[in-house]
């Protein structure tokens, strides 16, 4: 089955700097998510992506937070000044068609430590 | 707002027996979707399981099956024939219809399953 890749699979960085994190969707998918999952907590929403604008966004993707797909096969997510807080597992997914009837792909996640 | 709330933080299960992992949530929608997805180890989130609220009928796949509640807003996950590789943290989650594949999750339950 295709995967969505997410790298690296941990990243440790010191409050205020800029973090990029880095995902392959699967080559024929058009729409794009981030998800986090603090320790502990719930999966939480933050964002959707479709034909290189955001369609959707939770109110923890603040201004700190934004999306980008580079080229025709990257989707980041940059965390402009890094906060303790913003540690938690970040999770890529993507989808074909964005349909309701169709499954969501989720890469293996990223965790994201900040120090 | 909706919410997703799982009960059972951990469940335990004998090997080739069956175990039924609960879920509840609260919409005023009445088109909507819900999930369950496992999360192994590898940390990858995998569909399980999904269900159309519009469908009377039990979603069922293979030894999945879910017991769905609609007036009383459940969404139980029944494993029959319990398996080592089930052993994971499995999570209950609720998409809008109208909302592009903006899942909120439970706080899911890992699930033991014992030789």
């Known amino acids: 089955e295709p995967e969505v890749t997410q790298t690296p699979s941990h990243q440790v960085t010191q409050m205020g700097q800029e973090v990029i994190l880095r995902c392959v969707p699967i080559?024929?998918?058009?729409?794009f998510y981030w998800y986090r999952q603090i320790l502990g907590q719930k999966v939480e929403f933050l964002v959707s992506?479709?034909?290189?604008?955001?369609?959707?966004k939770s109110e923890i993707f603040d201004d700190q937070f934004s999306v980008e797909r580079p080229d025709g096969s990257n989707f980041t997510l940059k965390i402009r000044s890094t906060k303790l807080e913003d540690s938690a597992m970040y999770f890529c997914?993507?989808?074909?068609?964005?349909?309701?009837?169709?499954?969501?792909?989720f890469g293996s996640g990223t965790q994201l430590s900040v120090l | 707002a909706q919410t997703v709330t799982q009960s059972q933080p951990e469940m335990s299960v004998q090997e080739a027996e069956t175990v039924t992992l609960s879920c509840t949530y609260d919409?005023?929608?009445?088109?909507?979707?819900l999930f369950w997805y496992k999360q192994p180890p590898s940390r990858q989130m995998i569909l399980v399981i999904r269900?159309?609220?519009?469908?009377?009928q039990n979603a069922t796949e293979n030894r999945f099956s879910v017991n769905f509640q609609k007036a009383a807003k459940s969404f139980s996950l029944k494993i029959s024939d319990s398996q080592l590789g089930d052993a994971a943290m499995y999570f209950c989650?609720?998409?809008?219809?109208?909302?592009?594949?903006?899942?909120?999750f439970g706080k899911g339950t890992l699930l033991t399953v014992n030789p």
């Open positions: 992506f479709y034909n290189n604008e955001i369609s959707e």
């Open positions: 997914a993507s989808s074909e068609r964005g349909s309701t009837n169709e499954k969501l792909f």
């Open positions: 919409t005023s929608e009445s088109d909507y979707y």
């Open positions: 080559s024929n998918h058009l729409y």
């Open positions: 269900q159309e609220a519009y469908k009377q």
């Open positions: 989650a609720y998409r809008w219809g109208g909302s592009n594949y903006k899942l909120t």
